[in-house]
């Protein structure tokens, strides 16, 4: 991440923002050729400028020194598109639903990548009533662990965090949820359609039950 805004983040904002380097130094009261200095490295704007020069671009001085300018054009975004950020250090997790900045202890969090289910994070689902109830067959211990498990519809996401130490495992309302997700801490995020999960016989995540006899079969045998 930057730690300070830089030259060619100044020039890319400038020209999207379809201004002059003469335009942008008239705004900030300073000349075209310091814009021009900045934007070929060979001087940073002072601190003070930090604000009008985020100002002009229309943005926030954090997006500023990202050189990453969020765009939200639908406010009403659906939550089947969600981003989860996990901060490394602490293991914050921040949900949003549309583009976002997002910093945690002085970290640039980037949106985390779903991939599908495998066969070290495989996932159980099964109908309780008018729940799900979602089990993950994956250790717990403090250095690798699912962190917490999401349940997603087009309206709402229920979230459900977990501990080292706990079960891997939530229950969620059933209601429109189209996407479960969840975070191992060392191989990030999963997610799986629900529906998919309990009635594709083929993927063979609906074995809860064959699963029961295997593992009394394996109880039997090794005790
Ligand atoms: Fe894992």
């Known amino acids: 991440m930057n730690l300070y805004v830089t030259g060619a983040i100044i020039r890319n904002l400038r020209e999207k923002s379809k201004m002059t380097q003469l335009e942008l130094a008239e705004k900030l009261g300073v000349s075209d050729k310091t814009v021009s200095k900045w934007e070929t ?16 671009f229309g943005i926030s001085v954090t997006e500023l020194i990202s050189g990453n300018a969020v765009r939200n054009a639908n406010v ?40 599908t289910t495998d066969e070290h994070h495989m996932i159980f689902i099964e109908r309780v009533e008018d729940e799900y109830y979602v089990r993950i067959d994956h250790s ?15 309206d ?40 998919k999960g309990i009635d594709d ?4 995540y609906d074995d809860s039950r064959e ?3 295997l593992e009394k079969v394996a109880e039997k045998l090794f005790g």
Do not use: W
Request: proline letters at 5%; a positive charge.
């Open 41 to 56: 490295a060979k001087g940073y704007p002072d601190i003070t400028l930090l604000e009008p020069i985020a100002k002009a």
């Open 76 to 115: 009403s975004a659906n939550m089947l598109r969600s981003s989860f950020y996990v901060c490394p250090v602490c293991g914050n997790v921040v949900h949003s639903m549309g583009e976002a900045t997002i910093q945690c202890h002085g970290i640039l969090l980037s949106p985390l990548e779903a991939e």
């Open 140 to 154: 717990m211990t403090k250095e690798h662990y699912i962190s917490f498990i999401a349940a997603a519809s087009s």
């Open 156 to 195: 709402s996401m229920q979230l459900v965090k977990l501990y080292p130490e706990g079960n891997a495992e939530a229950r969620f309302k059933i209601r429109g949820v189209r996407r479960i997700f969840f975070y191992c801490n060392r191989d990030g995020l999963f997610m799986i359609d629900p529906v």
């Open 211 to 213: 699963r029961r006899e």
């Open 201 to 204: 016989k083929e993927s063979a």
